[in-house]
């Protein structure tokens, strides 16, 4: 007989956990995202208007990614995958964080910021160790250089990939997003009948849909303490008394 599989744990993580390394979101009030209209910087019209000012923008943000460190709840996740849980990260965040807390198997559905791609070509990618995309920077084809991110009205190419994933999971853990942004938001009814399912944010009781289980928590308090029960357990469950806190 063969070893009884690994329990999995699909983790769905959003801005709130991000933003708690001190990245901005682009619905605060101030920051980086307060002088740039979301029209202008993160739609194709912007870039075909203007790329040079969209360039700009997505070059401070890859400096503030930089600057940024994983978290508690970063840490708690890669510390579960190395105990040997099976944990597979789809994340709607354009940072590395979770890659460099040690996580293994992250999906971004929303590309990567510190890479670049081709404007005629999507599968053309270009690591992005430091500085920034600048006007004139070309791909192999010849093309103008963008930042290697999914915006406003474009299709997310790795959707498809993610409904696999998550209908692969024994557990379902939501982490720090608003479930309010398409495609992603529908990823919850991708994940097997019965699967449970736990939001982790501090806005939990407002925005988890029905069957979905609340944990009222910023990210770097509530991932970890449910981590640290499953790895106690050496199963994936949900603890009514660490809820009921």
Request: net charge neutral.
């Amino acid at each position: 007989m063969g070893e009884p599989a690994r329990p999995h744990l699909v983790v769905l993580t959003g801005a709130g956990i991000s933003a708690e390394s001190g990245i901005q979101t682009f619905r605060a009030t101030d920051g980086l995202w307060a002088d740039h209209p979301v029209e202008e910087v993160a739609t194709p019209g912007g870039w075909r208007r203007d790329p040079g000012r969209v360039l700009r923008f997505y070059n401070q943000r890859r400096d503030q990614v930089r600057r940024a460190r994983p978290n508690a709840a970063h840490k708690a996740l890669a510390a579960l995958e190395k105990q040997g849980f099976r944990v597979s990260i789809i994340t709607q965040n354009i940072d590395d964080l979770h890659e460099r807390a040690g996580s293994r198997h992250v999906l971004h559905l929303h590309g990567e910021i510190l890479k670049a791609r081709s404007t005629v070509d999507r599968r053309m990618h270009y690591p992005l160790p430091r500085g920034g995309i600048e006007l004139g920077d070309l791909c192999d084809k010849g093309s103008q250089l963008r930042p290697d991110v999914v915006w406003f009205g474009e299709e997310v190419p790795h959707f498809g990939e993610a409904c696999e994933i998550v209908g692969e999971a024994d557990l379902l853990l939501v982490v720090g997003t608003s479930l309010a942004v398409m495609p992603a938001a529908s990823l919850l009814h991708h994940a097997p009948f019965d699967t449970p399912c736990v939001l982790v944010d501090p806005e939990a009781e407002a925005l988890a849909p029905p069957g979905v289980t609340r944990l009222s928590q910023p990210a770097g308090k509530g991932v970890p303490a449910l981590v640290r029960h499953w790895r106690r357990e050496g199963r994936l469950w949900v603890p009514e008394t660490l809820l009921a806190s």
